[in-house]
């Protein structure tokens, strides 16, 4: 799912992705889970030049940077990290370690059973604060997602540089910004954007994805230039609904609103009722 590209280790991001059935973790992220370093960039290319043989664990895999692009990235999956953690000296080895193997667990029980995966993120979402009826269309809305990549998988289309493309191409045509733009105008780094999109903004994003999806199917489209067509014009018909929609409201859609800290005053506000 979505919200699994980056996870926490002790109020650290760590970036991942599923490769091969297995999971690979950004090695400049667990350096710097690990050490704390403000620069886990440098740390890492010294550790390669005095331990050579580090190297050959890594895979390069694209992951996301702060900017919202792909960048290919040494990553390591969970046996090579337990070999990285060797030449780390921290005092954070062993819990790290211990994260690692609930994380593996935890996915192995997701794919016996998709529903618990669901669950997990309701119970996180939860404890971060969202309202049950926003979560209620953050799941909806990865579960049309979800349908929309795997119809561009079947189609030709590359995973990782393409279909942020065809992303992008549908929210500009819906919002007016490409995901880029929209995650630098709400003010967010490598936050997931649709974890910071209001209600409305959810369901055009789901209307555009869904309508894409419709058309991609109805027109059997191949390749990225085809898909890319249906793309366009499933977002415009999202936008055009987004323009009436802030005519009769009166304010717009796009919101600079974005749940960076409204949660934790949610779960104060929460704590605070508790006690009264």
């Not at 599923?18 to 350096?31: A, R």
């Not at 550790?47 to 580090?54: A, D, F, G, I, T």
């Not at 929210?171 to 974890?195: H, I, M, P, W």
Request: glycine share 6%; with cysteine.
């Amino acid at each position: 799912m979505e919200n699994n590209k980056i996870i926490i280790f002790d109020d650290r991001k760590i970036r991942r992705i599923w490769h091969n059935d297995e999971w690979y973790y950004s090695v400049v992220d667990i350096i710097g889970a690990l050490t704390e370093s403000s620069n886990p960039n440098n740390y890492w290319k010294v550790l390669k030049h005095r331990e050579n043989q580090l190297v050959t664990i890594c895979n390069q895999l694209k992951l996301p940077s702060s900017d919202g692009k792909y960048y290919e990235t040494d990553c390591v999956n969970t046996k090579s990290a337990l070999r990285l953690i060797q030449s780390i000296p921290s005092p954070k080895a062993e819990p790290f370690k211990r994260w690692l193997a609930k994380v593996g667990y935890e996915r192995i029980q997701e794919i016996e059973d998709p529903e618990l995966a669901q669950e997990r993120m309701k119970d996180l979402y939860e404890q971060k604060g969202y309202s049950k009826e926003w979560i209620d269309k953050r799941l909806r809305g990865i579960a049309i997602r979800q349908e929309l990549t795997e119809e561009w998988k079947n189609r030709g289309v590359d995973k990782n540089i393409e279909y942020a493309i065809l992303t992008n191409e549908i929210s500009k045509a819906t919002f007016g910004k490409t995901v880029g733009e929209y995650k630098q105008f709400k003010e967010l780094g490598l936050e997931n954007l649709r974890d910071h999109m209001t209600d409305l903004e959810l369901i055009f994003s789901m209307l555009g994805e869904k309508v894409t999806t419709e058309i991609t199917q109805n027109e059997e489209a191949i390749g990225l230039l085809e898909c890319k067509g249906a793309a366009k014009r499933g977002g415009r018909v999202a936008g055009k609904a987004r323009v009436d929609a802030e005519k009769e409201i009166g304010k717009p859609i796009v919101s600079k609103e974005n749940y960076l800290i409204e949660p934790e005053k949610q779960r104060k506000l929460k704590k605070g009722g508790q006690n009264a």
